[in-house]
Structures are given as structure tokens and as C-alpha cells.
């Protein structure tokens, strides 16, 4: 039998090779899912899960051996592999809170498509992992429950809102979290914690039974230690739900590594080699840069003028939906209700008990920029903003042979900070979705990876590049995307 996985991330196995274990009944999945179950008791103190689901998922990873023992491992892709979900997504088990006081005891009815999905292909749901309150964060810090830590240094901020969905990657508890991407959340605590994480194309994942956060931006995507992973996951997840009329009938890609990248074009904006940036991001940058270029790619500087007004645009878009998508917590229909003597007093004092100071100052901006006499001047402005932006994107990879195949920027300014750091500055907060809300403005698939590390102030953090797609290319995202991790691979 073969040794059980180790509690580093270095040692834990990846889920494909979980899956072949499984399958061809090296291991049992009940064996794995115990691993993951002790191992996220291990990392309690990192507060990375908000629940786990011990004996249920015992049980489950039982019914997905009984199944591999009446020879049904083809039909079981992803046969006992453990999995994290990050706690905006729905399971008709346990509860669904999306880090928020207001949702504290909520119940969800169904389970979401993408989660669904995945455990009709044999994964076993461990856990449901911390982030920040309805996904509105970059650090982790603002969850109901506590903030999430790095395993990088106690000091640090894991990066956010799926922050609880990295941690559980990079600490090996298990090898596929999946998380949510409206402005970043998935590549950003994937590049703090030495993680990769998958941005899908607007469309791609299917957003039934996600908590809405901002509709024209979400996406639910894996954090996996691997490309591979990474690709498996997305291929089980994506495709068409009639649940979700914005999901894409595309034929759900078949991602293979390529071989060399030679003869692709891979354009770097201007504005990402930046005096803001870290050094160590500018480096890795280079580092990819170079990596590329020997393996026979062709480096090109590209313009994406618009770029500068992404994350204004960005603060004004997704405050605005999420103004919207949140009126719904009023103290009746979901969630915590306040007694209060009439019902705007009621509706009042359940919303300010329910709400974390993030989420009430989105709310505040987005009814403003939307209400009478604003609108005009900032919601509709972001939205022309948001067009050329999108277009920028779309003529940099114009498939005509003028354009680029990919485009690679850091994944973030810098590397983790440390908590508090930022706490008290909106400001230098979204200033770190500086690299990744354009490209969920411009519903592109994207994919961060590890590109080397960082020493600050006595902490080895790690840095992570972000490799961006044209609209449904994410075959040949994730297949340059796996010969570009070969290359950067630490030897
Ligand atoms: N950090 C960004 C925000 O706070 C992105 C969040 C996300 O992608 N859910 O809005």
C-alpha cells in the first residue's frame, strides 16, 4: 500500500493522482478523505475552514469505493478526491454563509451546478472554506468568523476572498479548493499563497447556487497546486446549465500542455512592468518573460489603454451589483432578522447587525453611483469604461494574426502583506486588484501561477504571474499555461 500523503504541500499527492490511486484501487477514497479530514484539523489555527464534514464525507468517499469495487472507475474521473469549497457556494448539506453574520444559520435547499458537477465525477466535499464577506475582500480579513492566516507567516494576509480555499491548497489538506472570481479572488490568494488559480471566461461555469456577489463578473473557478488539476476541474465544472441562462453551449475545452511555445506571441502590457511594483514582482515577471522567450515564444510590448481606469471602473460596477444582489437580505426573506418597532426599523437594524463595514460601504457606494442625478455621471461611465477596456483586450489578441495568443502580467503588485497592514486604507486594499479586475470587466479566462518568491521583511512569500486568454480560449490558456509552469519549475 502505498505511504499516506504527507502534511506538506510538497508531499501531498495532486487530485490526479489521487483519482488514478483510487481507481485502480491502489487506495481507497476513504483513506484520502480521512487524510484531508486530519489535516484540516491540523491547520485549524490558520482558520482556512468554516466547517468540515467528517462523517458525511466518510460516507461519501464509502459510496465512491463501493462504485470503483463494481467497476465504475470510468465514469469516476475524479474517484475519492478530496475537495474544499469555498462558502458562498451552495450544498444542500450544512450551512452556506458566504462569511457573513447576515447568513450565519442559512440552510441552502440545492447544491451549485459547478459543485455538482464535480461530485458526480467521484470528488468528496471535506469542507467549506472561509473567505471574505460575500467575496468582498483582497486579504482575508474580513470574514464574520475571523480572519484567515497564511501559511507563508503567521504575519500575513493569505490574499482574498477565497482565502480559506488557498490555504487549504497550499497547506496540501487538499488538492482542489474551489473558489469565486468577480475582481480576483481566485488568482490573487492563489499567487500569496504559492497556488494556481483559474479565472474561467465569463459564461464558461455555470453561477447557479453561487451567493451573487457582482452577476457580470462572477465566476467560479479551482485553486489547485497544478495546472493539470486545474484543468481537469474546469473541464468537469464548465458547460451549459439551464439554470443559468448566462452559461456558455461552447464545447468545454480539452486542454493539453503544449510541447514549446514556440512561434506564439505572448504580449506584455506596458503597464505592468511598474515603480509600484514589488521588485520581486517585476523579477518574475522577467523571469517568465525570459522563460518563454527561450522556449521559442515571442515576446511583444502591447498597449491596453485603458487599463488606468480599471479598478475605478471595476469600484463602481460591482459595488453596483452587489447594491442589488444584496437587497434581498432584509431580515425576512434570508438570514438574521432584528426585532425593531415598525418594519423599516426592522429592515434597518437587521441589515446593519448583519453586515460587516466592507460590505456596508459597498452597498453605500453602489446605491449612490446608481441612484438619481449619479448614474449618468458614474455607473454609466464605468460601464463605457468597462467597453474599452474589453476592447483593448480584444484587439491586443486580435485572432487576425495582428494580435497576441496570450497576455502575461503579474498576478499582483506584491506579495502578501501583513495583516492589518491595509485594513484601514479602501484605498491601497483595491489597489491590489490593480492586474486582475480588467480582465473579469473584460469576461476573459485567465490563470495565475507560481513564478519564484520573495523575501520581505525575513518572511520566503511567494510571487505569482497571471497568464490571460482571448474570450473561450482557455485551451490554449491552460495548454501554455502547463509548459510555462514546467519552465519556472524550481529545479
Ligand atoms: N478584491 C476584489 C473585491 O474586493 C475582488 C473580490 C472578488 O473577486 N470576489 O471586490
Known sequence: ???????????????????????????????????????????????????????????????????????????????????????????????????????????????????????DAGAVVVGKTNLDEFGMGSSGENSAFGATTSPHGSERVPGGSSSGSAVAVASGAVPIALGTDTGGSIRQPAAFCGCVGLKPSYGRVSRYGLIAFGSSLDQAGPITRDVADATIALRLMAGEDPRDMTSSARAVPEAVPVESCRGVRVGIPRSARSAHNHPSVNDALSRAADALENDGAEIVEIDLPHQEHA?????????????????????????????????????????????????????????????????????????????????????????????????????????????????????????????????????????????????????????????VGPTFGEERLLGHAQRMETLLAPD
Open 1 to 119: 500500500m502505498t505511504p499516506p500523503a504527507g502534511s506538506s504541500p510538497g508531499e501531498s499527492p495532486t487530485a490526479i493522482e489521487i483519482a488514478d490511486a483510487v481507481r485502480h484501487k491502489r487506495r481507497p477514497a476513504v483513506e484520502f478523505t480521512q487524510d484531508a479530514l486530519d489535516h484540516i484539523r491540523e491547520i485549524a489555527p490558520l482558520n482556512a475552514f468554516l466547517d468540515d464534514f467528517g462523517e458525511r464525507a466518510l460516507d461519501q468517499a464509502h459510496a465512491i469505493d463501493t462504485r470503483i469495487a463494481s467497476g465504475e472507475a470510468d465514469r469516476l474521473p475524479l474517484a475519492g478526491v478530496p475537495i474544499a469549497v469555498k462558502d458562498n457556494i451552495c450544498l444542500e448539506w450544512g450551512r452556506t454563509t458566504a462569511g457573513s453574520r447576515f447568513l450565519e444559520d442559512y440552510e441552502s435547499p440545492f447544491t451549485a451546478t459547478c459543485v455538482r458537477r464535480l461530485l
Open 311 to 467: 479598478i475605478a471602473a471595476y469600484y463602481v460596477v460591482a459595488p453596483a451589483e452587489a447594491s442589488s444582489n444584496l437587497s434581498r437580505y432584509d431580515g425576512v426573506r434570508y438570514g438574521r432578522r432584528a426585532e425593531g418597532a415598525t418594519l423599516e426599523a426592522m429592515y434597518v437594524r437587521s441589515r446593519t447587525e448583519g453586515f460587516g463595514p466592507e460590505v456596508r460601504r459597498r452597498i453605500m457606494l453602489g446605491t449612490q453611483v446608481l441612484s438619481g442625478g449619479y448614474e449618468r455621471a458614474m455607473y454609466m461611465k464605468a460601464l463605457k469604461a468597462r467597453r474599452l477596456i474589453k476592447r483593448d483586450f480584444d484587439r491586443a489578441m486580435a485572432e487576425d494574426g495582428s494580435g497576441c495568443s496570450l497576455v502575461l502580467t503579474p498576478t499582483t503588485p506584491g506579495p502578501a502583506f501583513r495583516i492589518g497592514e491595509k485594513a484601514g486604507d479602501a484605498m491601497a486594499m483595491y489597489l491590489q486588484d490593480i492586474y486582475t479586475v480588467s480582465v473579469n470587466l473584460a469576461g476573459l479566462p485567465a490563470v495565475s501561477i507560481p513564478a519564484g518568491s520573495a523575501e520581505d521583511g525575513g518572511d520566503e512569500l511567494p510571487v505569482g504571474v497571471q497568464l
